[in-house]
T-cell receptor, first 114, second 113 residues
Framework: GAVVSQHPSWVICKSGTSVKIECRSL??????MFWYRQFPKQSLMLMAT?????????EQGVEKDKFLINHASLTLSTLTVTSAHPEDSSFYIC??????????FGQGTRLTVV | KQEVTQIPAALSVPEGENLVLNCSFT??????LQWFRQDPGKGLTSLLL?????REQTSGRLNASLDKSSGRSTLYIAASQPGDSATYLC????????????FGKGTLLTVNP
């Protein structure tokens, strides 16, 4: 199957700082990428839909000024958690969608804000 | 709004047993349905993709079926192994103005040696 690379796999940052997470589709072009957040022992919660060359579409309740999404190319989307706080600590996962509407996921990023 | 339900929430079986995981969804207007596997602290691995026009897909010991009209899918695992232990997630891809992939809460499978 197709490969999506997500980096970093884990990050620890101080409260008030910003963290950038990268999601790359390595062997296909993803006009659409999804960003999810996952709490312990919970399923994936969709945060936003990232579309190449246009603004992301955020789900209800997700602060777009706090979770900045950029999809500048067909193979790269980034999620920046701005002014991170301990409650932002979570597991973040991205997904690239192929032309055949099949989803492939990155390895996830464990964010810990201290 | 699409809602996906998975039953059971957890399942524990002895090695070698055949098992079935269930998934149901409320809106039958879907592009496709995917089954994923997630190991603790890891990302998701795609297992099977069933297009809306298909009835089933098979990969090795896995077989997934789709009944779009009734909003149901099953994942059949034959001759289970301890390495199959993981959380299995069902997701449906909806289109139109609601273009998104919606997940169920998953089934935590434990296969005991």
């Amino acid at each position: 199957g197709a490969v999506v690379s997500q980096h970093p796999s884990w990050v620890i940052c101080k409260s008030g700082t910003s963290v950038k997470i990268e999601c790359r589709s390595l062997d296909f072009q993803a006009t659409t990428m999804f960003w999810y957040r996952q709490f312990p022992k919970q399923s994936l919660m969709l945060m936003a839909t990232s579309n190449e060359g246009s603004k992301a579409t955020y789900e209800q309740g997700v602060e777009k000024d706090k979770f900045l999404i950029n999809h500048a190319s067909l193979t790269l989307s980034t999620l920046t958690v701005t002014s991170a706080h301990p409650e932002d600590s979570s597991f973040y996962i991205c997904s690239g969608i192929t032309g055949g509407a099949e989803a492939f996921f990155g390895q996830g990023t464990r964010l810990t804000v201290v | 709004k699409q809602e996906v339900t998975q039953i059971p929430a957890a399942l524990s079986v002895p090695e070698g047993e055949n098992l079935v995981l269930n998934c149901s969804f409320t809106d039958s207007a879907i592009y496709n349905l995917q089954w994923f596997r997630q190991d603790p602290g890891k990302g998701l691995t795609s297992l099977l993709l069933i297009q809306s026009s298909q009835r089933e897909q098979t990969s090795g010991r896995l077989n997934a079926s789709l009944d779009k009209s009734s909003g149901r899918s099953t994942l059949y695992i034959a001759a289970s192994q301890p390495g199959d232990s993981a959380t299995y997630l069902c997701a449906v891809f909806s289109g139109g103005s609601n273009y998104k992939l919606t997940f169920g809460k998953g089934t935590l499978l434990t296969v005991n040696p």
